[in-house]
């Protein structure tokens, strides 16, 4: 995947997240590292930066606070899974 690809990937999950046209969110904690997971039209995405990265966290409760002060999204709307 080239580095456009990696972009269009952050810039669709951003818009996704803006217009709350996902169908699920979920964080998955795995050892000590946090991922945010979107699920739309049938398939599942991790949230990455735009260059691709998988963006990390240490706590869940920061991507439910960044969730809610970036796109308004209700922290009881996120579900958090263990590995």
């Known amino acids: 995947m080239n580095k456009t690809n990696k ?12 217009k709350k046209s996902y169908s699920k969110l979920l964080i998955k904690r795995f050892e000590h590292r946090c991922y945010l997971l979107i699920y739309n039209e049938n398939s599942a995405h991790i949230y990455t930066d735009n260059n691709g990265k998988r963006k990390e966290y240490r706590h869940a409760w920061q991507i439910r606070e960044w969730l809610q002060e970036k796109f308004g999204i209700d922290a009881n709307e996120i579900q958090v899974e263990k590995i």
């Open 7 to 18: 972009s269009d990937e952050y810039h669709l999950m951003h818009d996704v997240l803006e």
